[in-house]
């Protein structure tokens, strides 16, 4: 093994300054996968290149933060006015906010915080303060709020409807067309007032926006007499805007149904010794709980007593359940199969590893991948230049075409609604916000669209050889007798009782390697430090040696040269079993490759990037490793700062780069990699907190996942732009020259919304090969 570096290495990004060695792995198992927070929050105008996300690895994270629901607040388009008015408001700390539930959280000082409230509701928004209590009782009302807009858009509907029906079917006379105008006047405030009063608040500042440009398309149609086309397409648009929200939501909230995994209460062990039911919230840490075969695990701890299969899918998207035994970690939301558990609640229901699951994807839902920043800065253009061309109709069409003004103010207007760039900038966010959430439910943590999106354009992929792709523990590989004639069982015995004995990892492999139903007693047992153990076992002086040892006890042969060289070539620790007679057994030891790596590895070179082993470990162990893998190019004896070195000379060289590991000292080399990827079931806090990804599971076969889930997100972007413009483009021409009518760009609108929507939700499907 090899002695721990004390040198601190450095990174270029913030990754902490710490140390460890390749096969200092253990360190990290005792801790559940908990450290998935984002890198760090800053105010939205410091950062371009990313959305400013508060580390919500717990609610009690947005401490020092005021929060408040904005009702209005619907879509992503108006949280975009909103930061876009908050952002050059000097002062503000940072900004988080959810746009499911309409919240904004806003840390700053109490003067700036009146200032941004001033210019929210200069947008036509009411932010309303949120206190605990008040959040608890919005939540409860949602459902029926939704109901009463879904009661209001149904009478919208049949107001326009009937307006539409006395337009066309009653007399041309005053009373009929005051009744028509009055239907069409009760739909417009049934269904768009919200969408007035936001367009009349934004034109005012001068933002032409969606709002802006239907509050304008419906007053002109209005003005010019087209009143039951203007209050149906007021009402279709509100019933597009509830169609895209629920779909949006699905989208967005995919995640949230593993709140509903963890149980709301837990069996408790009192002082008294009696067991209690107490809610999960109450349950604090230190406690013992007790569960029950087919029970879901209700708070992360750790086995005391007891051993059991536990389905994990849930939290680490592993498809076989997992045997669990005293020391072992559980996850809150898991379900225990097959008998009855004993443990101590090792995190608060706050701060399982299932709640930070469900933060860190909102946090990554929170940030903005490029694309849709593209997106956003595309349709900021795209908008204003499609109103001039409306207003260039309205003005020049009566003196170049020979229209009348009434016709070319209906095409301006008709203009108008068809430009309404909603399904354009819902195109980007319901497709990475699916990808997210589709990657979360295979035990991949992304915390962040940019991230999603960055990983099609990996080249190299970095991979730490101990905990990642190996057991990152030493295992009994090979068992040879090697005296003719002695009784396999008794000397498989004897090595048993000198290996358990011992605390070495070699031996601790020997003695679990070996199943003995009767170990002898061992007396006069003693370590020599660098050559082994020996005893007396059942009146013979025997040894558990490594080669040296035995070559100083005159014991070695060519023979037995040649057989050790075979394993040590292979990459295997031997430890000889020796008695005054010669040697008895060999017993060969090596960390093994992981089943899932040789898969990921064929995977990964199938998908065009190069594979780079990068080790702590001596060459020739790494080279039997890497071989068996398939992997051409490595690096061995590798102290941290080396790592990071050879990630730097691997982005030069070959281009964007990934890293994968587990340990403190992948740490710099997962902050300088273009994308870190962390094993999370047995990585440490730091690697974790380092990475860009996390794999719940230790899975190698998640890393070509993400890479194929990123290069299928990219197409459904794609997919969703061109579908948006293209069904614009298609209408915009129908207007111009043809005869294409409100209905019609409502229509249009609609159903580019939805064809967009529902194209993003097919990424909930996961990675397909």
């Excluded at 947008?123 to 409860?140: F, H, I, N, R």
């Excluded at 890497?626 to 982005?651: C, H, M, S, V, Y």
Aim: glycine share 8%; charged share 20%.
């Amino acid at each position: 093994m090899q002695a721990m570096d004390t040198r601190a290495p450095s990174a270029s990004r913030s990754a902490p300054h710490a140390h460890s060695h390749e096969h200092d792995h253990e360190h990290g198992h005792a801790h559940a996968p908990a450290a998935l927070a984002a890198h760090g929050d800053c105010c939205g105008h410091a950062c371009e290149t990313a959305e400013p996300v508060l580390p919500l690895a717990a609610p009690a994270a947005l401490a020092g933060y005021t929060r408040y629901r904005i009702a209005s607040m619907d879509c992503a388009v108006e949280q975009a006015e909103i930061r876009a008015a908050l952002e050059p408001l000097a002062g503000i700390e940072a900004l988080r906010f959810d746009v499911p539930q309409r919240q904004l959280a806003l840390k700053a000082p109490e003067a700036v915080q009146a200032q941004a409230l001033a210019a929210i509701r200069r947008l036509g928004y009411e932010p309303q303060l949120l206190s605990q209590d008040a959040e608890q009782g919005s939540a409860a009302a949602a459902p029926a709020s939704l109901g009463a807009g879904i009661s209001r858009l149904i009478a919208s509907l049949l107001a326009a409807l009937g307006a539409e029906a006395l337009a066309f079917f009653a007399p041309d006379t005053l009373p009929f067309q005051i009744a028509s105008m009055a239907l069409a006047l009760a739909a417009i405030a049934l269904a768009g007032l919200e969408t007035y009063k936001k367009g009349l608040a934004a034109l005012r500042v001068g933002r032409l926006n969606i709002n802006a440009l239907m509050a304008v398309a419906v007053s002109g149609a209005f003005v010019i007499g087209q009143w039951p086309e203007a209050a149906m397409v007021m009402a279709l648009y509100a019933l597009a805007e509830l169609i895209e929200a629920r779909a949006v939501d699905r989208a967005r909230h995919a995640i949230q149904s593993l709140l509903a995994l963890a149980p709301e209460d837990a069996e408790v062990l009192q002082a008294d010794g009696q067991w209690r039911r107490l809610p999960s919230g109450e349950v604090g840490l230190g406690a013992t709980v007790r569960l029950k075969p087919g029970e879901r695990v209700p708070l992360d701890g750790r086995v005391l007593r007891g051993q059991s299969a536990v389905d994990q899918a849930p939290v680490t998207g592993e498809s076989l359940p997992v045997d669990k035994r005293a020391g072992d970690a559980l996850y809150a939301g898991t379900i225990n199969q097959t008998a009855a558990l004993e443990f101590e609640v090792t995190a608060l229901a706050a701060d399982s590893t299932l709640a930070r699951i469900i933060h860190a994807v909102e946090e990554a839902q929170s940030s903005r991948a490029p694309m849709q920043r593209f997106v956003d800065r595309f349709a900021a253009i795209y908008t204003p230049a499609v109103f001039v061309l409306a207003l260039a109709v309205a003005v020049l069409m009566p003196w170049l075409a020979g229209w009348t003004w009434m016709q070319s103010v209906y095409k301006a207007l008709v203009l108008l609604v068809i430009a309404c760039p909603c399904a354009l900038v819902i195109s980007t966010p319901v497709a990475v916000v699916s990808g997210l959430a589709a990657a979360a439910r295979r035990g991949i943590l992304i915390k962040g669209g940019v991230y999603l999106e960055e990983a099609r354009k990996l080249k190299v992929v970095a991979l730490d050889k101990t905990g990642t792709l190996t057991e990152g523990r030493p295992v009994l590989t090979h068992f040879e007798l090697l005296r003719p004639g002695a009784e396999l069982a008794r000397v498989q015995a004897w090595a048993q009782a000198l290996a358990s004995r011992s605390d070495h990892p070699v031996s601790k492999a020997i003695a679990q390697g070996l199943s003995v139903a009767l170990v002898p007693e061992v007396q006069g047992f003693r370590a020599e430090a660098g050559r082994g153990v020996a005893a007396q076992v059942e009146g013979q002086a025997l040894v558990l040696a490594n080669h040296r040892w035995i070559e100083e006890r005159g014991q070695c042969s060519p023979e037995l040269e040649a057989q050790m060289a075979v394993h040590e070539q292979a990459g295997r620790s031997v430890s000889l079993l020796a008695d005054a007679g010669g040697v008895l057994a060999l017993c060969a030891v090596a960390d093994t490759v992981k089943p899932s790596s040789r898969q990921a590895v064929a995977d990964l070179i199938d998908l065009g990037l190069t594979p780079v082993m990068l080790s702590g470990d001596n060459p020739r162990t790494a080279q039997a490793i890497a071989a068996q893998l398939g992997i051409t190019e490595l690096r061995a004896n590798l102290l941290p700062e080396d790592k990071l070195a050879a990630i730097t000379e691997l982005q030069a060289r070959l281009g964007p780069t990934a890293m994968v590991g587990d340990g403190i000292n992948d740490a710099p080399a997962l902050a300088r990699a273009d994308i870190g990827f962390a094993m999370g079931g047995a990585g440490t806090h730091t690697a974790m907190e380092a990475a860009d990804v996390v794999v719940m599971n230790d899975d190698l076969s998640r890393l070509p996942e993400t890479i194929r889930l990123s290069r299928r997100a990219r197409a459904v972007l794609w997919q969703n732009i061109a579908l948006a413009l293209g069904i614009k483009a298609a209408f915009l021409l129908a207007a111009l020259f043809g005869s294409a009518t409100m209905w019609m760009a409502v229509f249009a609108d609609m159903g580019a919304s939805l064809l967009v929507v529902f194209n993003g939700l097919r990424m909930l499907r996961g990675p397909r090969r």
